[in-house]
């Protein structure tokens, strides 16, 4: 158990206040991406319904994102719907599809939104969602596309094999017609072909609730990619989870493979 969370309110919020203050004046990680994991054990663990901790999960990535940006994050990349997750019980995939329906015309209407000039978008097959849905992913994304101070990037129906397959597709359909010769296919060629082709790579990954694998998430974007997990289930996530990433990645030395 975290011993901070016996410790009397005051107490907890001075050692937040400190971590804090360390975090900013150590280097900040320029793009962050976020796997969150843990919904439905912390329904189970909380004698609550599923789509109620999905609801709450939903209210936590608002809550996030908001911590990202006074930290000084550009780029956050979250997981939130993958194409394994279809085979899902109907009824869950249902709501869930529908809770991004509304959270995305919410945030797209968000003030703060506007104000700190945040580009939304959504990656993933887009050809698997209802038209009602790609419709609101439209308009959120034209709303928001002249923004460039933060990028708040949200995966649903993704997975990076399939990524990975739609852009050698791409690439072969490029060499095919003449417009690319073979020995022009490398590392940036791939890259400019996937989804997240405009982002840069994410410096830090973020799991919550206490799965250690990547789950077929930007796995070629993740090449060098710090990794950090969290037993936290996502509903749960605090602040200082938040912090305490940051600082175990201020603590490592990037090599790059050297």
């Not at 973020?206 to 710090?226: D, H, K, P, V």
Request: contains cysteine; charged residues 30%.
């Amino acid at each position: 158990m975290d011993i901070f969370k016996k410790l009397e309110p005051q107490v907890y919020s001075r050692y937040e206040r400190k971590l804090t203050k360390e975090v900013k004046a150590g280097g900040i990680p320029n793009h962050i991406a976020i796997i969150m994991d843990g919904n439905r054990r912390y329904a189970k663990d909380s004698g609550m319904a599923t789509n109620e901790a999905h609801k709450a999960g939903g209210d936590k990535l608002e809550e996030v994102l908001w911590w990202c940006m006074d930290l000084g994050i550009r780029y956050v990349t979250v997981f939130a719907f993958s194409t394994e997750n279809f085979n899902r019980d109907m009824d869950e995939v249902g709501f869930l599809l529908d809770l991004f329906n509304t959270s995305l015309k919410d945030i797209s209407i968000n003030e703060k939104i506007h104000r700190n000039h945040v580009n939304i978008r959504v990656i993933g097959d887009m050809s698997v969602l209802s038209d009602e849905l790609k419709d609101t992913i439209d308009a959120v994304s034209r709303s928001t596309k002249g923004y460039s101070d933060h990028f708040f990037t949200i995966a649903i129906a993704y997975g990076s094999r399939q990524e990975i397959i739609s852009a050698v597709r791409d690439i072969a359909s490029k060499v095919k017609s003449g417009e690319m010769d073979v020995a022009d296919i490398d590392e940036q060629a791939i890259s400019q072909s996937l989804y997240t082709y405009d982002l840069p790579d994410p410096d830090l990954m973020l799991r919550t609730s206490g799965e250690l694998r990547m789950s077929n998430f930007l796995l070629w974007q993740m090449a060098y990619s710090e990794l950090y997990f969290t037993d936290v289930f996502w509903p749960k996530f605090r602040y200082i989870d938040l912090l305490r990433a940051i600082r175990s990645f201020q603590s490592r030395t990037r090599r790059y493979g050297v």
